[in-house]
């Protein structure tokens, strides 16, 4: 499975192996970190390695369908930073604090 990508000089496995170490790193961060900026980019990080699989394997097979698809998730993508984001911003006007902890006394 090493065919090479309309003369780029790099082979399938590369983008797959990138995709997937992208991928695992945001996953990690997911679980481990309390700051919710950096959650964030975490799940960015975990969209984005998605998209780089899509768009590897759009081009693989030579369809441009799933690039649609990758315009859709840089959307939601972005939709998704400002909402977050916004709700950071009042959470830490609120609570002087964006840790992760602190959103379980919301309820309160």
Not at 10 to 18: E, K, Q, R, W
Not at 31 to 55: A, D, G
Not at 66 to 75: A, E, H, L, S, T
């Amino acid at each position: 499975m090493t065919t090479n990508l309309n003369n780029i000089g790099t082979s399938l496995d590369f983008f797959v192996v990138v995709a997937i170490a992208l991928f695992v790193i945001g996953a990690f961060g997911v679980l481990t970190r309390k700051n919710m900026i950096v959650l964030l980019m975490c799940i960015e990080l975990m969209l984005n390695s998605v998209n780089l699989l899509l768009v590897t394997f759009s081009k693989y097979h030579g369809a441009a369908d799933p690039q649609v698809f990758v315009f859709f998730i840089v959307v939601v993508a972005a939709a998704e930073a400002t909402v977050g984001l916004s709700i950071l911003i009042m959470a830490y006007r609120n609570r002087k604090s964006i840790d992760i902890e602190l959103f379980n006394k919301l309820k309160d």
